[in-house]
């Protein structure tokens, strides 16, 4: 084989070795999920069928509670950050120089890696922290933000939206930024007011940017693991335990290894049908 057809095999061995590099590993977690795999027993794992699923998410299972919490947490997360984004991108959108030092600043949460940040509003939660000392201004309780079952899994969503609001801004501003001057112009002299130009005009446009934030933001909230075992450890009284959460402990402290892969292989099938029907939906808005 001379060099010129030698070539394209040559570009493609970097893709393949990566694509086997995380193919093996995918499917012996799920391999290993159908097994009874405990190194606790000290005995080769067998093939168990869908027994760990059926004993994961009994009605009074952990793996129904961790879904619910899954859930709620991507929800609360998702709509928190989606809101907010849009509201100060919208803001942003503005010209002037202080608008352009704010846009330089909205970024540094997201240079922040999040368990620092996260450490950082775990101070600030304490009962003597800096928040319940700015709602002793306003005369109002304190809270036990971190360590109450009622305020936990809203403490978190809290942390987990000023890291990753930026983020949504940023993609919601370059949505912004990339309609026309003139579909605007054309909007004023109709006589939109600027609350029908933001919702008949921008938000239609911003449709695709929405799909992006929503798939990227609602994967990454399903799955996430930093944030809430540096806040809580799933606490308190399993109030933030999510699935990625109670993979670890079920696998790593318990050393239950088929059925912490039990709660990764749901949690990879949530993720892949959240992408898979808002791109899907997105692609027949479009045909």
């Keep these: 084989m001379n060099q010129s057809r030698r070539l394209p095999y040559l570009l493609l061995l970097p893709g393949i070795v990566l694509l086997l590099a995380v193919l093996y590993p995918f499917l012996s977690g799920v391999y290993w999920s159908f097994t009874d795999f405990d190194l606790t027993l000290g005995q080769n794992p067998a093939?168990?069928?869908?027994?760990?699923?059926?004993?994961?998410?009994?009605?009074?299972?952990?793996g129904l509670h961790s879904i619910l919490i899954t859930f709620a947490y991507a929800a609360l997360a998702v709509t928190a950050q989606l809101l907010l984004g849009f509201g100060v991108a919208l803001l942003l959108t503005r010209e002037g120089a202080h608008i352009k030092v704010f846009r330089a600043l909205i970024v540094l949460p997201l240079l922040m890696p999040p368990v620092v940040a996260t450490m950082m509003w775990r101070v600030m939660m304490t009962p003597d922290g800096v928040l319940n000392y700015m709602l002793s201004w306003v005369y109002l309780p304190p809270f036990d933000w971190?360590?109450?079952?009622?305020?936990?899994?809203?403490?978190?969503?809290?942390?987990?939206?000023?890291?990753?609001?930026?983020?949504?801004i940023l993609i919601l501003l370059a949505g912004m930024q990339s309609i026309p001057t003139e579909v605007h112009e054309a909007a004023r002299v109709d006589g939109a007011s600027y609350a029908r130009e933001v919702w008949n005009l921008m938000v239609p446009l911003l449709r695709p940017f929405f799909v992006i934030v929503i798939v990227f933001r609602g994967i990454d909230s399903l799955k996430m693991f930093d944030i809430i075992y540096t806040a809580t450890r799933g606490g308190p009284i399993d109030a933030t335990m999510n699935l990625h959460v109670q993979s670890y402990f079920t696998?790593?402290?318990?050393?239950?290894i088929g059925s912490s892969m039990t709660f990764l292989v749901v949690l990879w099938v949530l993720c892949y049908a959240l992408a898979f029907l808002l791109l899907r939906a997105r692609r027949g808005r479009l045909a």
């Design 146 to 168: 971190l360590g109450s079952t009622s305020t936990a899994l809203f403490s978190v969503v809290l942390i987990d939206t000023w890291i990753y609001t930026p983020f949504v």
């Design 47 to 62: 093939f168990n069928g869908l027994d760990n699923y059926v004993e994961a998410f009994r009605p009074s299972g952990e």
């Design 251 to 256: 696998g790593i402290r318990a050393l239950d």
